[in-house]
């Protein structure tokens, strides 16, 4: 006796599937962080910024230069034991920024980091630990 399949059952499998390896790469990051370490690598990522057309720019020509349109960066902190650590900060253009080679305390978050621009079906994003604001970085 052959038996049938319902058509949804596989499409109720992926869904299962798609929804399990969401929440654990949630819950793989916690929601805060803190940590101690001397920043190895600092490199703008401009797949997190929004583009600046030439009209805004026309119209004034720094609004190009400040969050959101500029700058993403994407920055790896290494502990004195040897453990590292990825995240994201955003600063403007003309600010001075983190550099290599100094050590800092971090405190970071767990966010949505938006690859922009987005389509007419939404912004895609990635989950990641970043920086709110100059308060999360202390000497």
């Known amino acids: ?7 949804w059952v596989p499409l109720v499998g992926i869904i299962v599937a798609w929804g399990a390896a ?12 803190r940590f101690h370490g001397t920043l190895t690598k600092v490199e703008r990522d401009q797949r997190y910024e929004a583009p ?3 009209t805004a720019r026309l119209h ?3 609004i190009c230069d ?4 500029c700058c993403s960066y994407e920055l790896t902190a290494v502990a004195a034991d040897g453990t590292s650590v990825e995240f994201f900060a955003f600063w403007p253009k003309w600010a001075e920024g983190l550099k290599t080679g100094e ?19 939404g912004c895609t994003f990635d989950v990641a ?8 970085v202390t000497k």
């Not at 006796?1 to 058509?7: E, L, P, S, T």
């Not at 050590?103 to 079906?121: K, N, Q």
């Not at 630990?129 to 999360?136: F, P, Q, S, V, Y």
């Open 52 to 54: 600046c057309p030439l």
């Open 129 to 136: 630990m970043a920086l709110d604001d100059d308060t999360d």
């Open 66 to 69: 400040v969050p959101p349109v």
């Open 60 to 62: 004034d020509a720094t």
């Open 22 to 33: 969401l929440l654990g790469g949630c819950a793989s990051l916690p929601a805060e962080r």
């Open 103 to 121: 050590e800092f305390s971090f405190h970071l978050h767990r966010r949505a980091v938006y690859r922009l621009p987005c389509t007419l079906y």
């Open 1 to 7: 006796m052959a038996v049938k399949v319902r058509w």
